[in-house]
């Protein structure tokens, strides 16, 4: 070896056992990267000696690159045996450590949760009809055109069998000719338990339901509530009585109630419930403005009638034996004129801020 190649020899050499202590030195792994960087990295004190390739003669060129490489490789493997270490060295301090205790309170204040407003004035008016009689069921939230619409006695072109209207879902694997859907009113539940079981019955149903629809006081998913009795020689009388007491429950028992003729193909009369406007006073027998009624003094709750009688012949109802009522109601309407919500899509952005009030 030429004296340039011999002194470059001794310096790598060096160079190397002097890392080896740095190394050995650093306590934890930044100080370890920090140290690598010094002698490898691109202005480390390796490269640094490499300008002194340049003395080097042609034919040393090809030993000193091995020798080069050789410490690199081996100051590598140092750094990689020292990381090693140090990370066995934490792993072991840490199962040595004081055992953490889980069971020991936390150090923040953590609040207790509680059920959605609209789950809450959901229970309410349920429990309201399971006093009255009503027994709970349920049906899907993804429902086949015949349990939804069909066997209600919708026509087959009604607008809201539109896509405008209603969402159609892909299900794989279903029958096409079923044509899914998800469900646009819990009118299903009736289809459901009308084909499944015999009269008496008096079934409530709360649950999600989906439109195309989205503005302040409408959201593509909301929630209904519907209810159904049948029975023989049940009347129009038993349905206004039912649906008072209802109102009158929720709202207080001096609550004006209106039936007003409607029309829904799954029934028949149909009418609308409103009940006096909880927000206008009235002064002077006359009414103070009101943004919630339109001055009207009168809020709609719900939609009802006696069921259809092509409705039971769908569902194996005999329909000269049994009649019914049926009705449905929207509970985030319930919930926004109760709290004074303006906006139904805040109900739904879950912001804690908001439901922390409930
Ligand atoms: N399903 C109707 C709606 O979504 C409400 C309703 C239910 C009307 C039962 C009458 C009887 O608007």
Same mark, same amino acid.
């Given at each position: ?13 060096a ?10 030195d650093?306590?934890d792994?930044l ?7 010094e002698v ?21 060129k ?22 090693a270490?140090?990370?066995?060295g934490?792993?072991e ?16 204040p ?8 609209v ?14 009689g009503f027994?709970?069921?349920w049906?899907?939230?993804?429902e086949?055109?015949?349990n ?6 919708f ?12 969402f ?30 015999k ?36 009347? =129009? +009388?038993?349905?206004?009585? $039912?649906?008072?007491?209802f109102?009158? #429950?929720l709202?207080? !028992? *001096?609550?004006? &109630?209106? /039936? ?39 809020l ?5 009638g006696?069921i ?15 009649t019914? =009522? +049926?009705?449905?109601m929207g $509970?985030?309407?319930?919930?926004m004129? #109760?709290y004074?919500? !303006? *906006?139904?899509? &805040?109900? /739904? ?8 009030q409930?």
């Amino acid at each position: 070896m030429s004296d340039a190649s011999g002194s470059i020899e001794a310096g790598l050499e060096a160079l190397s056992e002097r890392y080896r202590q740095r190394f050995a030195d650093a306590d934890d792994e930044l100080a370890l990267r920090g140290a690598r960087a010094e002698v490898l990295g691109k202005k480390g004190e390796l490269t640094t000696a490499l300008r002194g390739m340049k003395d080097v003669a042609p034919d040393q060129k090809k030993s000193v690159g091995e020798l080069v490489n050789r410490v690199r490789a081996s100051i590598e493997d140092m750094f990689e045996a020292r990381l090693a270490a140090l990370r066995q060295g934490m792993l072991e301090a840490e199962l040595n450590a004081r055992p953490f205790d889980l069971s020991l309170p936390g150090r923040l204040p953590v609040g207790r949760g509680h059920l959605h407003p609209v789950r809450q004035v959901m229970d309410e008016i349920l429990d309201i009809f399971k006093s009255l009689g009503f027994e709970a069921s349920w049906g899907p939230e993804v429902e086949v055109e015949a349990n939804n619409f069909t066997k209600l006695a919708f026509p087959p072109d009604h607008p809201a069998t539109d896509m405008q209207d209603t969402f159609w879902v892909d299900v794989a694997g279903a029958d096409p000719a079923a044509r899914p859907l998800l469900r646009t009113h819990t009118s299903n539940v009736q289809v459901r338990e009308m084909s499944s079981r015999k009269p008496p019955m008096a079934v409530v149903s709360g649950g999600a339901v989906y439109r195309r629809d989205d503005d302040v006081t409408h959201s593509p998913m909301f929630h209904q509530i519907e209810g159904f009795l049948v029975d023989q020689r049940v009347s =129009f +009388a038993e349905l206004k009585g $039912v649906l008072t007491a209802f109102a009158q #429950r929720l709202y207080g !028992p *001096d609550t004006p &109630v209106r /039936f007003r003729p409607s029309y829904f193909p799954f029934v028949e009369p149909g009418a609308e419930v409103d009940v006096g406007c909880v927000f206008c006073k009235v002064e002077d027998g006359t009414r103070a403005s009101c943004r919630v009624c339109k001055t009207s003094g009168w809020l709609e709750i719900l939609g009802c009638g006696m069921i259809h009688p092509e409705v039971f012949r769908h569902c194996g109802i005999d329909a000269e034996a049994y009649t019914g =009522f +049926a009705f449905g109601m929207g $509970v985030e309407r319930v919930a926004m004129l #109760r709290y004074g919500i !303006p *906006d139904i899509r &805040v109900l /739904f952005e879950n912001d804690p801020r908001f439901l922390a009030q409930f």
